[in-house]
């Protein structure tokens, strides 16, 4: 059966230099899919880049609705802009940075209902995504 999700009935994430909106996952009801509204707020002169983080068991795929950033992978770095989408595979390292003058407004899918057990950020995650 078909189901509507609310971004206003969504999960807020507590997740280091970002806002982020759990808005579909397995916690809502959805058995293979996460959806995540993402906001990186212009960086403040003096602020630190947050580490890279993983995906060891699936793949992530961001769209950017608005705003410009790059991503930097393991395999390298990518310029994005508002209609870019990006996908990011499993257990490659990345992080995505805002790089323009307005927040970097992202659509991030993963193939998973939960991608915690799956997901290695330092400071969010136990595991070490560091030695991964």
């Known amino acids: 059966m078909a189901r509507v999700f609310k971004e206003t009935a969504a999960k807020v994430l507590g997740l280091p230099g ?16 996460t959806l995540r509204k993402v906001e990186i707020p212009v960086p403040a002169q003096g602020d630190l880049p947050r580490g890279r983080h993983v995906h060891n068991e699936f793949e992530e795929c961001i769209y950017v609705l608005a705003g410009e950033g790059i991503t930097e992978a393991d395999s390298g770095n990518y310029a994005l802009k508002a209609g870019d989408a990006i996908v990011i595979p499993s ?27 799956g997901t290695a950020e330092p400071g969010v995650s136990p595991k070490d995504a560091s030695k991964r």
């Open 18 to 33: 970002r806002t982020a909106l759990e808005i579909v996952s397995g916690a809502g009801g959805a058995s293979g899919i």
């Open 91 to 117: 257990g490659e390292k990345h992080a995505t940075r805002n790089t323009g003058s307005e927040p970097l407004v992202l659509l991030c899918f993963f193939p998973i209902g939960d991608i915690r057990k």
